[in-house]
């Protein structure tokens, strides 16, 4: 197998090793060309082959949980699904597992000759443009979970169908300098992180103010500015699968490692704070909001399309407004209850969005198969 480093350099080896130079940067010689039709007439279950960088549950973040959700509501007497995970960030290596449902292989080999090829991010998607000379009939879904890192890369794949994550990441992508995105260009649709009620929802909620990802770029330092400003206050801190974790100790914090199921987080919390320097959407806002719990974030457009009317928006920097506005949710009841109630209206919203546009998203399945 050959590939070209970073250099322009021809390299030539096993195929395993070129496969890791091409996960980690490497580029294969030859790039796909899209195919003009979908498949057709199969007469059988679609093979279906999500390829990724990493899986549950070591690697849990935001872009492979929105993955999993659309790969399970792909009709199972019609498709069959298995993850290849390139074992990114995995402290033990086995050939094999399955993770709520879903069979996952560990390495560079399919289990099968897939017919549709689902990836995202740049070790995936690179990894993928490689098999696509195994497997030139494939049809290939490419999935944007943001408009900064791998574009190049995930664009490289001449993808039958592309997936964005949000309309404001579709619009940079697609429609670069622009208002925004028409929602009209045919093989590309919007399919928003999904949020299912029995997921998410807990019956009785607590009463921290929490933050998911103890890290800086979502907010760890307000945060913990506010803990130290409020020692009257309860305060959770759940860790993060990514990222440098700052967990300082301070009296009124309790810390919690990461969880699995985020139901164990919201039955602890009773307000949501999301100071992020930068997020594409923000699931853990829509997921506080199916459970009437009121989100306290940075303005960033994916926060704001996530949010939308429930949020409540305040510069990460202005930390004596977050700290004026935690304690009158706290303080007041009426207040809070109001903005409970919009915070609940807001996740019927998403969890109907989310029903629509998995419908699309299986519908364009069916017709690359």
């Keep these: 197998m050959q590939v070209r480093g970073s250099g322009g350099t021809l390299m030539s080896g096993p195929t395993e090793v070129m496969m890791r130079m091409i996960a980690q940067g490497a580029q294969p010689v030859q790039l796909r060309t899209k195919h003009d039709v979908p498949r057709q007439n199969l007469d059988r279950k679609v093979r279906v082959l999500a390829v990724v960088h990493g899986w549950m549950p070591v690697l849990a973040a935001g872009s492979e949980r929105m993955l999993q959700h659309m790969l399970d509501a792909l009709p199972k007497d019609e498709f069959e699904v298995a993850v290849l995970s390139l074992g990114f960030g995995e402290d033990r290596h086995v050939p094999q597992y399955e993770y709520q449902g879903l069979p996952v292989y560990m390495g560079y080999d399919p289990p099968f000759a897939p017919d549709i090829i689902v990836t995202h991010h740049g070790p ?40 964005f994550n949000t309309n404001w990441v579709a619009g940079r992508i697609l429609r670069p300098g622009a208002a925004g995105w028409d929602g009209l260009t045919p093989g590309k649709v919007v399919v928003h992180p999904p949020l299912e009620f029995e997921r998410h929802t ?86 506080a909001q199916v459970n009437g719990i009121p989100v306290i974030a940075n303005p960033t457009p994916g926060l704001g399309e996530c949010l939308g009317h429930a949020g409540i928006f ?19 009841r009426t207040h809070y209850q109001e903005r409970s109630d919009m915070a609940r209206l807001r996740g019927l919203e998403l969890e109907a969005q989310t029903k629509r546009e998995l419908a699309r998203f299986v519908d364009e399945m069916r017709n690359l198969a």
């Design 202 to 287: 807990v019956d009785e909620t607590g009463s921290a103010v929490t933050l998911v990802n103890l890290q800086e770029n979502k907010g760890v330092r307000v945060f913990q500015e506010l803990a130290l400003r409020m020692p009257d206050v309860r305060f959770l801190g759940v860790e993060g699968t990514h990222g440098t974790q700052e967990k300082p100790r301070i009296p009124n914090v309790e810390y919690m490692p990461v969880t699995q199921d985020m139901r164990d987080v919201w039955r602890k919390t009773r307000i949501a704070l999301m100071p992020s320097g930068y997020e594409s959407y923000g699931m853990v806002a829509a997921e």
């Design 314 to 332: 305040i510069p990460r920097a202005n930390i004596d407004d977050y700290e004026r506005t935690v304690r009158l949710l706290l303080e007041d």
């Design 124 to 163: 995936g998607a690179r990894v993928v443009q490689a098999l696509s000379q195994d497997y030139p009939e494939a049809r290939i879904v490419a999935v944007y979970h943001n408009e900064r890192y791998d574009i190049a890369d995930i664009e490289a794949l001449n993808a039958e169908l592309e997936i």
